[in-house]
T-cell receptor, first 112, second 115 residues
Framework: GEDVEQSLFLSVREGDSSVINCTYT??????LYWYKQEPGAGLQLLTY?????DMKQDQRLTVLLNKKDKHLSLRIADTQTGDSAIYFC????????????FGTGTKLQVIP | GEEVAQTPKHLVRGEGQKAKLYCAPI?????VFWYQQVLKNEFKFLIS????????ETGMPKERFSAKCLPNSPCSLEIQATKLEDSAVYFC?????????????FGPGTRLTVL
């Protein structure tokens, strides 16, 4: 199966950390992505992680991968109001060639 | 260009009318993907191309939907006899297609509203 599940909504205060979680079922997935979608806009690739890694840090973003539990998380440090958006995790077997399967999306609301 | 371009930005059609959406991939990218995002944010893969050849069409509805990528022209997605449930945002993405590590770059989408 290719189900990717996320919680629908997350609300945090400005300056706090946000953690968005994702579970997937396809163990053959090689690349796992986090995309950001602002209202009325397209998809912005935030970061990605290969399945042979368990952590990746990129400025305020930290991605954790637990391959055994098929669990992926995105931590945003010092969350800002500009981080308010919908965040999608996604998986693919091959980033350049194969379709990407998206999660259901988590709407992040940052309260000033 | 350096971005995936999609036209039009918005498209309104009456039920039963035809809709045609266009996508210009990033220059030098040989793979093009079409995705449909319906109202509850759910993304559905439709079809992908390697240059002008269909690469994966497993998500493409059997009826009414067709797509092309012809040389020296934008790729297109066409819906014949649109239905209300075709209302969605249609995203196009492109990738270099040279490696598993390539990522797909998404366009801004075309919002199709079927009345």
């Amino acid at each position: 199966g290719e189900d990717v599940e996320q919680s629908l909504f997350l609300s945090v205060r400005e300056g706090d950390s946000s953690v968005i979680n994702c579970t997937y079922t396809d163990s053959s997935s090689t690349y796992l992505y986090w995309y950001k979608q602002e209202p009325g806009a397209g998809l912005q690739l935030l970061t990605y992680i290969f399945s042979n890694m368990d952590m990746k840090q990129d400025q305020r973003l930290t991605v954790l991968l637990n391959k055994k539990d098929k669990h992926l998380s995105l931590r945003i440090a010092d969350t800002q109001t500009g981080d308010s958006a919908i965040y999608f995790c996604a998986e693919t077997f091959s980033g350049g060639y194969q379709k990407v399967t998206f999660g259901t999306g988590t709407k992040l609301q940052v309260i000033p | 260009g350096e971005e995936v371009a999609q036209t039009p930005k918005h498209l309104v059609r009456g039920e039963g009318q035809k809709a045609k959406l266009y996508c210009a991939p990033i220059k030098g990218h040989s793979y093009v993907f079409w995705y449909q995002q319906v109202l509850k944010n759910e993304f559905k893969f439709l079809i992908s191309f390697q240059n002008e050849n269909v690469f994966d069409e497993t998500g493409m509805p059997k009826e009414r939907f067709s797509a092309k990528c012809l040389p020296n022209s934008p790729c297109s997605l066409e819906i014949q006899a649109t239905k209300l449930e075709d209302s969605a945002v249609y995203f196009c993405a492109s990738s270099q297609g040279t490696s598993d590590t390539d990522t797909q770059y998404f366009g801004p989408g075309t919002r199709l509203t079927v009345l």
